[in-house]
């Protein structure tokens, strides 16, 4: 529990403020221990040794043209939410642009973006390159972290299912992760949109994030959208 709602809760809240009616939870360690009215579990029983797109590969048969895939342990403010959601565009992703140095907790999914974030892009179209986990490569810096929401939207869940499909003949396919997903999307040719944001997320990975959390994050969370 956050200040007394547990996170995955929360998460539903955001979702129904959104107008995100049906949730799907990939649940692996202590999922029997999910006790939250209507939402589908999916349990993946080889948690152990896969990865998260193993989990999400789960999940496939319950992709829809108009989804939002994201980490089950995110707590952020409302407009976040909202932003993606009323993107229009096959594929979009939100990335901090606070987020560009390692950080311990190991949510390293540093963003190399086409224009970087200038506070002054409201309307701009921009797009990303590639997911890494370091924040320099090939001498560019990142613009920032993705935070692990993905929008999809018609023909995107067409782009996601294909690169899943040809990510599963490869012999590590249980050890890659969402960025792997991204890149092989980019990579067949399709374009993911970003949407900046500076701040106002946390992904709850330790206990001390859990700390911050609560710190954080009131226990009725009615932060301005």
Not at 70 to 88: A, W
Not at 114 to 133: H, K, M, P, T, Y
């Amino acid at each position: 529990p956050i200040n007394g709602k547990p996170l995955l809760l929360r998460l539903i809240d955001r979702f129904k403020k959104a107008n995100i009616k049906k949730v799907i939870t990939v649940a692996g360690f202590k999922s029997e221990k999910i006790d939250v009215p209507n939402i589908e579990i999916i349990k993946n029983d080889q948690f152990r040794t896969n990865g998260e797109l193993s989990s999400l590969s789960l999940a496939k048969k319950r992709f829809s043209n108009d989804m939002v895939i994201l980490y089950g342990d995110l707590i952020f403010r409302g407009y976040v939410i909202k932003g993606l959601v009323e993107s229009n565009r096959e594929l979009t992703v939100v990335v901090d642009s606070s987020k560009t140095k390692p950080s311990k907790r190991g949510d390293n999914d540093f963003a190399f973006c086409s224009v970087e974030d200038n506070r002054a892009l409201w309307g701009q179209d921009v797009l990303l390159n590639f997911i890494s986990d370091s924040p320099e490569k090939n001498g560019y810096r990142c613009c920032g972290q993705w935070i692990g929401m993905i929008r999809v939207n018609g023909k995107g869940r067409t782009w996601i299912e294909t690169a899943i499909k040809n990510l599963e003949q490869t012999p590590k396919f249980t050890k890659l992760n969402m960025g792997d997903l991204l890149n092989k999307v980019i990579e067949h040719g399709h374009p993911i949109r970003v949407i900046y944001i500076h701040g106002h997320w946390l992904n709850v990975n330790s206990l001390s994030d859990l700390e911050l959390a609560r710190s954080s994050f009131s226990i009725s969370d009615n932060y301005s959208d």
